[in-house]
């Protein structure tokens, strides 16, 4: 069983994306981000109340509870940004290569223009796959990615089926 497909620095990008969607401590960071901020400028907005000054008190609850809506949008935003921004430091043409993915026994082998490896199949957390990409999980916030939309050659589908069942059976 094998898989050869082409990588670029989009890959990278959306794996960073697939972790702000779904990584538990990801959303419990922003979230936690989201209430402080808010929190803090209810307390002014309070304070300023108490002291008598009304439209500085309106000024702060309408910055607190933009920061509550915006928030997230805003974090997310700003790690992509950041996250394109360190790759782009490298040479893009350093993330463009073709990869070739191969299940034999209990090891997926994997060789690229950088190298090869061979990872054994219980290695690997989960599997999980979005609209464009399938994430193969080594860690929680460390994963191969195969892009869906360059595959050179071989069937993803029966790729991906063959690694869950073999991954079942290696754990």
Not at 61 to 80: A, E, N, Q
Not at 146 to 170: E, N, V, Y
Request: with cysteine; aromatic share 12%.
């Amino acid at each position: 069983m094998r898989l050869v497909f082409e990588t670029s620095i989009d890959d990278k990008l959306a794996f960073t994306k697939h972790l702000l969607a779904t990584d538990r401590l990801v959303k419990r960071r922003i979230n936690r981000g989201r209430i402080m901020y808010s929190l803090f400028f209810a307390i002014l907005c309070a304070f300023a109340l108490w002291q008598g000054k009304t439209g500085l008190g309106v000024l702060y609850l309408v910055f607190g509870i933009g920061i509550f809506f915006f928030h997230p949008w805003f974090y997310k935003m700003m790690s992509v940004r950041n996250a394109k921004k360190t790759l782009v430091q490298r040479d893009a043409n350093w993330y463009q290569e073709t990869v070739t993915m191969s299940i034999e026994n209990d090891t997926l082998l994997i060789k690229s223009d950088l190298g090869s490896t061979n990872l054994l199949l219980k290695a690997f957390l989960k599997i999980e796959s979005s609209e464009t990409h399938t994430f193969l999980f080594t860690d929680v916030r460390q994963a191969l990615y195969i892009p869906h939309d360059r595959i050179q050659s071989g069937d993803k589908d029966l790729f991906i089926q063959t690694l869950k069942s073999r991954m079942s059976t290696a754990a």
